[in-house]
């Protein structure tokens, strides 16, 4: 499961859009060369969205916007560089279309990234115990309920045996 990328994937589409935006919206400077700073922040964003979808596991979009990096800049036009955004968004559609999302309610996402949910004594008196009431608290703070009783009955299994 990918943890913590939701901010990346709203970062991608303020990207792009961005970029989009800065294009001119008329057809006079359609076919015209880019200027270079332009050329410049269009590769650089694009080495983000690249490097960002690699980390989210968007290959076929990463794939894509390295393509797109291997463009001489002297053939970056402004109708090319239009094409490519198209290109990375269609593609970004597709792929995000395949995703099913998680959500973890923010009065529950502290739970969900908690190390030692029980505190650090129970860690360090069960140790062989860490691993499951970690998880126990990620599957209630999912609403995973059944998960989360059993991670918490494998809990408790190690501190019975420890009594007994």
Known sequence: ???KYAFKFYLLGFLIEG?????PQHDTVFD???PDDFKNAFRLNMQHV????????????ATYAHSCLNTPPNQLTYKKVRKMLEGVKERMSENLNAINFKLVPP???GLYKMTFPFGQ????RFPSASYDIAEASKCFALERNTAC?????????????AYG
């Open 1 to 3: 499961m990918l943890d």
């Open 19 to 23: 970029m989009h935006a800065r294009l």
């Open 32 to 34: 015209a060369q880019l």
């Open 50 to 61: 690249e490097n960002w979808c690699q980390e989210i596991r968007l290959i076929p979009v």
């Open 107 to 109: 009065h529950l996402s």
């Open 121 to 124: 004594k129970v860690a360090d």
């Open 149 to 161: 009783v059993m991670h918490l009955m494998r809990a408790a299994e190690v501190g019975l045996k």
